[in-house]
């Protein structure tokens, strides 16, 4: 598996978990969207698509927080990132995905990287410096994500560049050549690299919960809040403290 995430930027795990390992997150996820909705409306009624940092104590009793962080840290899923990353990874973030509250709200191409303030220069080092991946985790059954194989390490062509910048006439949302579609189910795990070329594919009233790792690089601390972090205490309960 590690060559085809090296190859391609992707790997789908079939699978990976049995539907009960994912009744508990799944009712941890719930009950975290069901605060967040009430406290982000605005926020959702104008497009949002995503919520994260779910490992802090904003919603989550620590019971439930010592729970997650076990999730993340389990043995089988720190295998997978030690064989992907080049060097030690830590834990970054947590997000939820879920539909926009404008059914007809179009989804965009982007590489994440392009948000954090980079340069098209600095973006263009990245594809060989840095690495943060997903950990899709779906809790309901999703259309999935669109991605361009090979992007993780090929810079754009000229049509995907004005597509994702919204340039030249052209809209982010519009179609590009050499896409594959991935549609987990529940159970399945999908790996990918945020650099790469991709975009959500929004229905089904999908729900995911995404783990993702990060290089233990300065670079990468300065985007770490702390309160996404475990805390001394609950560090202290766990057996598998690598990736925090
Ligand atoms: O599922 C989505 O809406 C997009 C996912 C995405 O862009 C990401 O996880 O970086």
């Not at 809790?139 to 030249?168: C, Q, S, Y």
Request: aromatic share 12%; charged share 20%.
């Amino acid at each position: 598996m590690p060559h085809l995430y090296k190859e391609q930027g992707y790997v789908l795990y079939p699978n990976f978990f049995e539907k009960e390992e994912l009744t508990h997150l799944h009712k941890i996820c719930e009950a975290f969207h069901s605060q967040w909705l009430v406290n982000n409306n605005q926020a959702y009624t104008n497009g949002a698509l995503n919520s994260n940092g779910l490992t802090a104590s904003t919603y989550l009793t620590t019971t439930d927080q010592l729970f997650l962080i076990q999730f993340i840290s389990q043995p089988k899923l720190e295998k997978i990132v030690s064989q992907l990353f080049p060097e030690k990874a830590i834990f970054l973030n947590t997000q939820l995905f879920f539909d926009p509250f404008d059914a007809n709200q179009k989804n965009y191409w982007h590489r994440d990287m392009q948000y954090t303030g980079l340069t098209i220069e600095e973006q263009q080092a990245c594809l060989t410096t840095q690495n943060v991946i997903h950990f899709r985790i779906p809790l309901k059954p999703e259309l999935g994500l669109e991605l361009i194989p090979g992007t993780h390490k090929a810079w754009d062509t000229d049509e995907v560049f004005e597509t994702r910048m919204g340039k030249n006439g052209r809209l982010s949302s519009d179609a590009l050549n050499n896409s594959v579609s991935l549609k987990p189910d529940v159970g399945d795990l999908l790996v990918f690299s945020a650099n790469m070329v991709h975009r959500g594919l929004y229905g089904n009233d999908r729900f995911a919960f995404d783990i993702i790792f990060c290089d233990d690089s300065v670079a990468f601390k300065a985007f770490i809040n702390p309160m996404h972090q475990p805390t001394k205490a609950l560090l202290l309960q766990l057996t598998n403290k690598h990736l925090f």
